[in-house]
C-alpha cells in the first residue's frame, strides 16, 4: 500500500536521523555520501561456512532504489546489469563515418565485389540496400561467432570468397578495420559477460553457494569472524529516539529529534499482531493524555564492502565491466565513437546518473539488530503489562516496518518496569545475541544504508 504524504514524510525524518548518526559515527570511513536506505531482510552475516552464503551474496547483488520516494535496497542488481549490458553497442559517430566512407570511395571496385558477395551470402534476413563494409565485417560475427579474418572456412564455405576480399580490404583501409576490430571486443565482452551472469561456474570465477551450485562471482570478501568482531564492538554505536503523542481516532503526532511532527496512524509507527496474525487493538489502552516513547540503540555499527568480480582481459571470468557502463554513460545520447545506449530499452538520463536506475549500494553500513525500549505513559499500563507477559508469540513494525522482528524469536522482552505511581510501563526488546543458538547463516545484522555506486552522465 502505497504512503501517505506524511508517512512518507515520517519515513524521510528517519532516514535523515540515521544518516546524521551514522555519518558522525563513522563517516570519515566510507569515502563517498551515506544514504539511509530500508532492506528488509537484513545482512546474514554469515559469509561462508562450508560453501558461501547465498543470501549474503544476494545482499550485495541488490539495486539501491526508491519506494514511495523513500530510498529502499531490493530487487536484483545483476538483472538489471544484464539487460543494460545487452543493450550496448560500439557505436560510430558521424565524423568517423565520414572517414569510413572516405576509405570506400577510395577502393570503390573492391567494395563493390565485396557488397555482391554479401548479397549472395544470404547472411541477412532482412537485406540492406546499401550494406557498410563494417556492417557486413559486423554480420559475419554476428551470425558465424567468429571475425572474417578467423572464420572457419570449412564450416561457412560459401563465405570463403567474401571473407578473402574483406581481408584484402582492411590491408587497404586501415580506419575502418580499426573501427571494427575496436566493435569486435566490445561484441565479445558483451557477450561473455552475458554468458558468465547467466552460467556462473568455478571456471567463470562464480562462488560455489552448495555442491554444484554457483553464484556469481564477488572479491575482497571479508572473513564472517571479521564482520562478527565488528558487530560485537559496543564502542561504535548510534541512539535516537521518537515519539508518540495526542492520539484521536486511531491517530497520533508523531515526533522526531528536530521536533518535525507528522499526523499519522498510530498502528504505522508501532504495530503488533497477536499469534503472528490478529492485529492488536492498541485504541483500548490509550486516551488523548497517552504518550509513546521509542528509544534505539544500534551496536556495533560497521561497514561491509564488496567488489563484482571484474571482467578479466581474455573474458573468461567475472562479469562485472565498469569501465563500459562508465562510457556508455558519458556518450550514450551522443554523437560520439565508443560504447553507447542503443535501441529506445533505457533512457540514459533515467538509468545513469547519481539518481539513476543503475545504482547499487558498494559498501553496506550494518549494525546488530537495534535495541528497542518502548515507554509508555497514561496506557492502561497494568493491562498492557500483564499482556505483555502472558503473550511470547508477538510480532512487531515500527514505522510501516522499518524495522521489525518477532518477541520470543528474534527479539526477546529482556526488562519490564511497571511504575503504578506514575502509569507508565516501559518494555525493553533485545535482539538474540551474536553467534547465538539457530543457524550462523540465518541470523541477520540490521542494514542501516550506504554508499552508493552510479555512474555519472558526462
Request: charged residues 25%; negative net charge.
Amino acid at each position: 500500500m502505497a504512503l501517505t504524504p506524511e508517512q512518507k514524510t515520517g519515513a524521510r525524518k528517519w532516514n535523515e536521523i540515521i544518516k546524521s548518526n551514522v555519518s558522525n559515527a563513522i563517516g570519515f570511513e566510507l569515502g563517498g555520501d551515506f544514504i539511509a536506505a530500508n532492506y528488509a531482510p537484513g545482512f546474514n552475516y554469515a559469509i561462508k561456512q562450508q560453501h558461501y552464503n547465498k543470501d549474503t551474496l544476494s545482499a550485495f547483488n541488490t539495486l539501491l532504489t526508491e519506494s514511495d520516494g523513500v530510498p529502499v535496497i531490493k530487487d536484483v542488481y545483476s538483472e538489471l546489469y544484464i539487460n543494460v549490458i545487452g543493450s550496448l553497442e560500439y557505436s560510430i559517430s558521424k565524423a568517423d563515418r565520414i572517414k569510413i566512407n572516405q576509405e570506400e570511395q577510395k577502393h570503390a571496385a573492391l567494395v563493390g565485389t565485396i557488397i555482391n558477395l554479401y548479397a549472395e551470402s544470404e547472411l541477412d534476413d532482412d537485406p540492406q540496400d546499401h550494406p557498410t563494409i563494417m556492417y557486413i565485417m559486423k554480420r559475419i560475427k554476428e551470425v558465424t561467432g567468429s571475425d572474417y579474418l578467423h572464420l572457419d572456412t570449412k564450416t561457412f564455405p560459401s563465405l570463403s570468397n567474401l571473407c578473402s576480399k574483406l581481408s584484402e580490404y582492411s590491408r587497404l583501409a586501415s580506419f575502418t578495420n580499426s573501427m571494427q576490430n575496436d566493435w569486435s571486443v566490445v561484441f565479445d565482452r558483451i557477450q561473455k559477460i552475458k554468458e558468465n551472469i547467466t552460467d556462473p561456474s568455478k571456471e567463470n570465477g562464480g562462488l560455489e553457494t552448495a555442491k554444484n551450485e554457483f553464484y556469481i562471482g564477488w572479491d575482497k570478501l571479508p572473513e564472517t569472524e571479521t564482520i562478527k568482531n565488528d558487530l560485537e564492538n559496543e564502542g561504535s554505536s548510534i541512539e535516537f529516539s521518537i515519539s508518540t503523542n495526542h492520539f484521536e481516532s486511531s491517530q497520533s503526532e508523531l515526533h522526531f529529534e528536530s521536533d518535525v511532527a507528522v499526523k499519522v496512524p498510530f498502528n504505522w509507527i508501532f504495530n503488533m499482531k497477536i499469534d503472528h496474525e490478529h492485529e492488536f487493538d492498541f485504541s483500548k489502552y490509550y486516551s488523548k493524555d497517552s504518550s509513546l516513547d521509542i528509544d534505539f540503540k544500534f551496536i556495533g555499527v560497521s561497514t561491509v564492502a564488496a567488489v563484482p568480480t571484474p571482467i578479466s582481459s581474455n573474458n573468461e571470468k567475472g562479469w562485472f565491466a565498469a569501465d563500459m557502463l562508465k562510457e556508455a554513460a558519458e556518450k550514450s545520447g551522443k554523437d560520439a565513437t565508443g560504447i553507447r545506449l542503443h535501441g529506445s530499452r533505457y533512457d540514459p538520463d533515467k538509468l545513469f546518473g547519481k539518481d539513476g536506475m543503475l545504482r547499487r549500494i558498494s559498501t553496506v553500513v550494518i549494525s546488530q539488530q537495534p535495541i528497542i525500549t518502548l515507554t509508555f505513559s497514561n496506557f492502561e499500563a497494568s493491562e498492557l503489562y500483564t499482556y505483555f507477559q502472558q503473550h511470547t508469540n508477538v510480532k512487531f513494525n515500527i514505522l510501516g516496518g522499518l524495522i521489525s522482528g518477532e518477541h520470543d524469536n528474534d527479539f526477546s522482552c529482556t526488562n519490564y518496569n511497571y511504575d503504578s505511581s506514575e502509569n507508565t510501563l516501559t518494555v525493553t526488546l533485545t535482539p538474540p545475541p551474536l553467534g547465538g543458538t539457530g543457524s550462523l547463516g540465518k541470523q541477520t545484522a540490521y542494514v542501516l544504508g550506504g554508499t552508493a555506486e552510479y555512474f555519472p552522465r558526462g
